[in-house]
């Protein structure tokens, strides 16, 4: 279903487009949204430097102890204390070096529609672009990729030009669904093997695409590194109305009457279900969630950037 209202036309939500495809020109020009938010973030060694990161993770530099628990890296063992206090210590350690921001793009079909103002994917896009230029003025490297074995990961690279790259793979893979679309679990298997510790992931997902993932993945994710999740939806499946609506599927028409009760409770456990249960599971594993509708503006996730997290080992 094609989007039914024009692109954003406010000055912050960049050129105007027709809210099915995502155009790079666009995606250039939310770097305003971005610009001027925050300054960028200084490391010891100044901006372009090495940075100093905020999370607790394998690293160079000493931070403090604590106890032992069964999931800590036993070669991080904190002997003297262990010996002082005859209760187990691990050391933890503060990861200094240019951050990497990994954007996960999944690519399911389900994100290729929308009803108000885009098309979930191409809020995906942009959601994309607002994470990438947030990582450029923090001075971060920033990479992307997708769930597929065709395409090689976009590498890591910083300033304008890491950007930039990121951009235009997000306009290629959200102008239509990518026949090569492996899931997400093959994503963030890819994923996995890029990140370092003290990393960035923003993950762009439907929320069915969230649902096929084991929660016992998101707490080795967010252990140690910063995850976030956007998940994109669109107003017509959160809150559909009690009528009969028309759909075009495979070139044929089909009616779906969500005045009937069985049918609207079907929608509910297709729809509505999984974007709940995701925000209900995902804070207690460690991820900072957000559900991004179709016709919110693209930036309004930003408040999850930065906010303070438990150490870990």
């Not at 999931?71 to 005859?86: E, N, P, Q």
């Not at 102008?175 to 994923?191: E, I, R, S, Y």
Request: charged share 25%.
């Amino acid at each position: 279903m094609a989007a039914t209202e024009p692109g954003d036309r406010s000055a912050a939500a960049g050129p105007a487009t027709d809210g099915v495809t995502p155009s790079l020109r666009e995606l250039v020009g939310l770097r305003a949204v971005v610009t001027g938010r925050h300054a960028a973030r200084h490391g010891r060694h100044g901006v372009a430097g090495h940075a100093l990161s905020p999370l607790r993770g394998r690293g160079m530099e000493y931070a403090e102890s604590r106890e032992y628990t069964h999931s800590d890296d036993a070669r991080h063992i904190d002997w003297r204390l262990t010996a002082r206090t005859g209760r187990a210590h691990t050391k933890l350690f503060q990861a200094e070096r240019e951050r990497l921001t990994l954007i996960v793009a999944d690519t399911a079909p389900a994100l290729y529609f929308g009803t108000r103002v885009r098309f979930k994917s191409v809020q995906a896009a942009r959601a994309g672009a607002i994470a990438a230029w947030s990582a450029i003025r923090d001075g971060d490297r920033v990479a992307t990729l997708r769930g597929t074995t065709r395409e090689a990961p976009i590498t890591p690279a910083a300033g304008a030009r890491g950007a930039l790259r990121v951009l235009d793979a997000l306009v290629r893979w959200y102008a239509a669904a990518p026949a090569d679309d492996l899931g997400l679990a093959v994503a963030l298997d890819h994923a996995q093997r890029l990140l370092r510790p003290g990393s960035r992931l923003v993950v762009l997902a439907d929320p069915q695409s969230i649902a096929s993932i084991p929660d016992r993945r998101w707490p080795a994710l967010a252990q140690h590194h910063e995850v976030i999740v956007l998940l994109m939806t669109d107003p017509l499946e959160v809150s559909p109305p009690a009528a009969a609506l028309p759909f075009l599927s495979g070139g044929r028409r089909v009616e779906l009457d969500l005045a009937s009760a069985a049918q609207h409770q079907r929608w509910q456990r297709e729809f509505v279900q999984p974007v709940q249960a995701a925000i209900d599971m995902l804070p207690s594993r460690g991820v900072r969630i957000q559900a991004l509708a179709s016709d919110a503006p693209s930036e309004s996730w930003l408040s999850l950037l930065g906010r303070s997290r438990p150490l870990v080992a």
